[in-house]
Antibody
């Protein structure tokens, strides 16, 4: 069965960077895009960007341009999202989600990783 | 930027029909997907844009759209349907548009 397993919760200081991992299993990792979506407490879903694990190509939301980097290690079927220059407004749960190849829906999601930014 | 507008909340009694709207410019010409999110859990895809339901999603959920409004309808609502619901649209890769989510609607089953 398809599974996306994410790394554990993080606590970071303002100005620092965080790198969250998303390990895929149950399907061919390079056949589906991975997206990252975040959700602040009590707020809605915010799309951050996508990555094609086969080519490494990425696309980032305008809001995160210059501050987010999405990478992958195909040998271990793992995607990464690194966010830099953290501020308190970046405190959120970060989800990875697989894109369906047919219609760009997010058909499988990871459980989420809580990132807390606090001095 | 493209905005999807959802009502913050919708309330319905068990057994009744709930309709959750998602407004957007010319949304009727776009692929709109719907997600359900229960407290403390990751979102779950409940409806593909073409109306298909993923495995395990009951046939009480269905979607429709008009020119500027997409609608998720849940018939014979159950207490277990209480959750936040989000619409989503893919805008393409130009100008960093990518994916857009609506603000979410909390469905309360009274």
């Amino acid at each position: 069965q398809v599974q996306l397993v994410q790394s554990g919760a993080e606590v970071k200081k303002p100005g620092a960077s965080v790198k969250v991992s998303c390990k895929a299993s149950g399907y061919t990792f390079t056949s589906y895009d991975i997206n990252w979506v975040r959700q602040a407490t009590g707020q809605g879903l915010e799309w951050m960007g996508w990555m094609n694990p086969s080519s490494g190509n990425t696309g980032y939301a305008q809001k995160f341009q210059g501050r987010v980097t999405m990478t992958r290690n195909t040998s271990i079927s793992t995607a990464y999202m690194e966010l830099s220059s953290l501020g308190s407004e970046d405190t959120a749960v970060y989800y990875c989600a697989r894109s369906s190849t047919s219609d760009y829906s997010f058909d499988y999601w990871g459980p989420g990783t809580l990132v807390t930014v606090s001095s | 930027s493209y905005v999807l507008t959802q009502p913050p909340s919708v309330s319905v009694a068990p057994g009744q029909t709930a309709s959750i709207t998602c407004g957007g410019n010319s949304i009727g010409s776009k692929n709109v997907h719907w997600y359900q999110q229960k407290p403390g859990q990751a979102p779950v895809l409940v409806l593909h844009a073409n109306g298909d339901r993923p495995s395990g999603i009951p046939d009480r959920f269905f979607a429709s759209s008009s020119e500027n409004t997409a609608t998720l309808t849940v018939i014979k609502v159950k207490v277990g349907d209480e959750a936040d619901y989000y619409c989503q649209v893919w805008l393409g890769t130009s100008d960093h548009q990518g994916e857009v989510f609506g603000g979410g609607t909390k469905l309360t089953v009274l």
